[in-house]
């Protein structure tokens, strides 16, 4: 099974500030990773697709780079909406697994 | 507008069954995969099962091999999951997504509200 380690697990910021989270596959997984937002109590929602590709609707302050092992998604400027837990996804081979999560929280 | 709507969620005792089921809408169901994701209290997101369009192909992880039953029906816009054997590790919230296009290589691009299964007793 491919491992997707995330880092950091918790992070604290400012509104406004550039934030970057990065996700490790153990395994080649080409660019077949994506990453979810998820706020207290609700469903997850698609950010990025393909390592790179923006959701449709999701703000172009979100952005995702790297082609394996490491992949990161950065918010260029937090927003307050922004505060949630997120979770990258490997969608090369089953078992289709998710990274263990950042949290994001206000400084 | 897509909607996927989860029920079937409740209390069972451990080794008991349960049947989830997720309708959908919005969306022509038979041109996509579908899969469910569960959530343990407090905990991250796991994927369960996939399946494909036709319903050919299904998949499981490792933690629920030989209980569940991933099934659809494209007559009638439903996705289910027939849980059997449960554990009290099953408890969790149980997340109906849909693929975009196939689950394999694509992404999960909408998700239902969730529905919750407690195993206990």
């Known amino acids: 099974d491919i491992q997707l380690t995330q880092s950091p697990s918790f992070l604290s910021a400012s509104v406004g500030d550039r934030v970057t989270i990065t996700c490790r596959a153990s395994?080649?997984?080409?660019?077949?990773l994506a990453w979810y937002q998820q706020k207290p109590e609700k469903a997850p929602k698609l950010l990025i697709y393909?390592?790179?590709t923006l959701q449709s609707g999701v703000p172009s302050r979100f952005s995702g780079s790297g082609s394996g092992p490491e992949f990161t998604l950065t918010i260029s400027s937090l927003q307050p909406e922004d505060f949630a837990t997120y979770y990258c996804?490997?969608?090369?081979?089953?078992?289709?697994?998710f990274g263990g999560g950042t949290k994001v929280e206000i400084k | 507008e897509v909607q996927l709507l989860e029920s079937g969620g409740g209390l069972v005792q451990p080794g008991g069954s349960l049947r989830l089921s997720c309708a959908a809408s919005?969306?022509?169901?038979?041109?996509?995969?579908l899969a469910w994701v569960r959530q343990a209290p407090g905990k991250g997101l796991e994927w369960v099962s996939a399946?494909?369009?036709?319903?050919?192909?299904?998949q499981y992880a490792d933690s629920v091999k030989g209980r569940f039953t991933i099934s659809r029906d494209n007559s009638k816009n439903t996705l289910s999951l027939q849980m059997n054997s449960l554990r009290a590790e099953d408890t969790a919230v149980y997340y109906c997504?849909?693929?975009?296009?196939?689950?394999?290589?694509?992404?999960?691009?909408?998700w239902g509200q969730g529905t919750l299964v407690t195993v206990s007793s």
């Open positions: 399946i494909g369009g036709s319903g050919g192909g299904p």
């Open positions: 919005g969306f022509t169901f038979s041109d996509f995969s």
């Open positions: 393909a390592a790179s």
């Open positions: 997504a849909k693929c975009s296009g196939s689950c394999y290589s694509g992404a999960f691009d909408f």
């Open positions: 996804q490997q969608l090369n081979s089953y078992p289709l697994t």
């Open positions: 395994q080649g997984i080409s660019s077949y």
